[in-house]
Structures are given as C-alpha cells and as structure tokens.
C-alpha cells in the first residue's frame, strides 16, 4: 500500500488486535474475534473477560452481523488501497443437525460410516464445534461405536467367522477412536464417559484396544486411557485392572510412537500413587522397563521422559516388591545413580529418594560394596557439595549416614570428597 489506511479501532479485536473476520459477542457485551476468543476460553482454559476481567457466565458467543457488514463494507471502499474484503463466515452446525446425524447412523453400517466422515470434518472446523458435538452426546455416541466394535471383533474371533465383518467392525473403531481424541472432550464430558450409566466400560475397552489392535489404533487408546484417568477419582484408581498395568507396560516396551510412549508413562504417574497399584504395575513388569528405558538414549535424552520415569521409579521402590524388581535388574543402581546432578532437580531429588529406599530396606554387606564400588557414595558426598534442593541434601545425608561404619573410610570415596562426608 502507497498510503497508509487508518483503521477504526473497533474493527479490530482486543485479543489479536488484527481486522476482526467473524466477530462475536459475549456475555459481558464485548466482541471479539471468533477465532481469537474461542482460543482464549477453550484452549487457554480462562473464564473470563479479557477486556472487563468478568467471568463469562455464558460460552455461547453471540455473531455481531452489523459489525461484520460495517468492516466488508470499509474493507470493499478501501480495496484500492490493498484492503482484501473480508468473507462472510460459514454458518456453524446445529446441535439439531448433529442429533440427526446420529439418530441417521443407525440404520445401517454405511450410514455409520458417513457419520463418522462428516464428524471427523465437523471436528476439524472449530472449536465451537466441539463444544456443539460434545453437547449433542458425541463423546458418547463415538464410545458406544468403540465398545460395541471390540465386542464384535471379540465375537468374531471366537468363533472364526467372515473376515470382512471383521474388518468393518475394526474399520469403525479406528475411526471413532481417532475422532474421540481429536475432539478433546472438556473434563465433565470425560468424567461422563468415565461414569458411563449404560454399562459401557470405556477403561476396560480402551485396555483391550491396547492390547489386540493395530499400531495406530493401540496409540489412540493410550492418548485417550490418559486422558480418561486424569479426571477419575481415587477410587476408579485403585480399582483399576491388571490387565491395565500390562498393556502399558507392552506400550513402553513396544514404543509404538514418542508420543504414545510419553502417554504410557505418564498414566503410570497417574496410577501408581496407591499402594494396590504399585504391587500391580510391578507384577506387570514395570520396573524393569522403566529402568531399560531410562538406559535408552532416545528416550531419556528428554528431560521430562527422565523425570517422570524416575518419578514413577520411586513410588514403586516404596513397596517390597519394587524394591526387589529393582535389584534383579543388574544395572539399576549404576543408571539411577548415573542420573543424579545430570538432568534436572527433580529426577536427581527422586534418584537420591529410589537409591536411599534401596540403602534403608535392603542394605547388605553385599550390596552396601557394590553402591561403593559403582560409585553412588561418592556421587552422594558430590550432592552435599553442590546446589540441588534442600530435600535432595537431606536424602543424601541420611543415605550416607545410615551406612558411615562401611562407607566413611573406604578408599573408594575420593579425597576431594571426603570432607563432605557427614559426621
């Protein structure tokens, strides 16, 4: 442009502070951006009015049609100066024509199909949207779809029949898993699929997914098992499954994809607080795991793969079980003390937490040698050295202390550290 257009101020969106293209209204009566707003309260998680700081009792947002027309107006007198008019936006879809749509589907398997195609491109347009799919019963619908095409393939597997129904019945699952993650339900929608008052146990289904379907479908169910268990209740948790606790172990045995081995973890850091739970994700094998991964390079050279993984080390190394696991792996007390002051503070504080549980429950001549020799005494005089936390300080005093009769003399604490020693 040769000439600068000033623009009038209330063209422009509080937020982006560009040329509003869909404004709206909410409820305290300012407008914004469509696009900007919608960002602002479900993606960013505010409540609020950015421009007033009042809560915002009603999410519906209200089209400002008088304004819109006012800036493709000045947009079309202004388009000698480069001024590019701004398109009329597509109406949203209805909550009516969504409720259609799956009263529609049932009719037959072709119809389910079509269903699940114009969802998922419903799903991608907004995320006003997803709020409408979410208040027509989607989530739902999409879990029915997942739970009943598990069942058929259960069915079908069981007693050999056509390989084609089978597939069809896979076909639908994959596509209404894939759907239901993309929606990213709200926290009440996935309490309500968690609460399921129709029998349909999604925990359960997603466990079995995970266990017998394909790569992408087995990652589907592990995004969706995390962020299903991020809203259950102590309860749900403690009452959780063996079989569970297998099948995500397998998923970071089998390392299906980065994002689906960060999601297994981080379900463990979910479930395993609970005593019952630690017995069970030790019995399926995770500390083993958890130690063969953090000896990965690919894995662990992610700062927040290391932490949550020592994380989860430390709650199992709280029970006899763990404890024990740990010990039967060769080179655990090598890697976890090789982790201490070499990523962050938290994965050096719960190494120090993992290797004193180990030092106070299963102190032997025998293994009090082998922690001097691998040099975890001397890794721990370092800790009193240098700044790591309070916590880390104390833990590594009370490990080195507990055992100072052996420990204190040995020629094996260098001299540079043996000033630190506790007395």
Known sequence: ?????????????????????????????????????EKWLFTGKNNSCPVTKQVITETDL???HTL??????????????????????????????????????SSSYQNQVKCLKRLRQIVSETPTNKRCLEAAGVPEFLAKIISNSVDTCNDLCQSNMLENRFDSSRSLMDEALSILYHLDSSEEARKSLLNNKKGTNLVMTLTKIMQRGNYESRAY???????????????????????????????????????????????LVIICPWGRNRHKAVTAGAVSMIIELLMDETFSSERRNS?????????????AEGRA??????????VVSKKILRVSQITSERAVRVLLSIGRFCATPCLLQEMLQLGVVAKMCLVLQVS??????????????????????????????YDSYPA
Request: proline share 5%; with cysteine.
């Open 1 to 37: 442009m040769d000439q600068e257009i000033e623009i009038p101020c209330f063209f422009l969106c509080p937020i982006s502070l560009d040329i509003m293209k869909d404004p709206v209204i909410v409820s305290t009566g300012i407008t914004y951006d469509r696009d900007s707003i």
């Open 221 to 267: 169910a592990t995004f969706l098992l995390k962020k299903i268990l991020e809203v259950a209740d102590p309860m749900q948790i403690i009452l959780l499954e063996s079989e569970l606790f297998i099948e995500v172990v397998q998923i970071l045995n089998d390392q299906i994809s980065h994002k689906a081995t960060t999601s297994a973890m981080q379900i």
């Open 62 to 64: 209200t089209p400002n």
């Open 388 to 417: 790591c936390g309070n916590k880390t300080t104390e833990k590594a005093k009370e490990l080195l202390k507990l055992h100072a009769r052996i420990w204190r003399e040995s020629p094996c604490v260098p001299r540079n550290l």
């Open 325 to 334: 696991e740990f010990l039967n792996h060769g080179a655990a007390i090598a």
């Open 307 to 319: 932490e949550m993984a020592m994380v989860v080390l430390d709650m199992l190394c709280q029970c």
């Open 68 to 105: 819109r027309r006012l800036i493709q107006s000045w947009c079309t007198l202004n388009a000698s100066y480069g001024i590019e008019r701004i398109a009329t936006p597509k109406p949203l879809i209805s909550k009516s024509e969504i409720e259609k749509l799956i009263k529609d589907s």
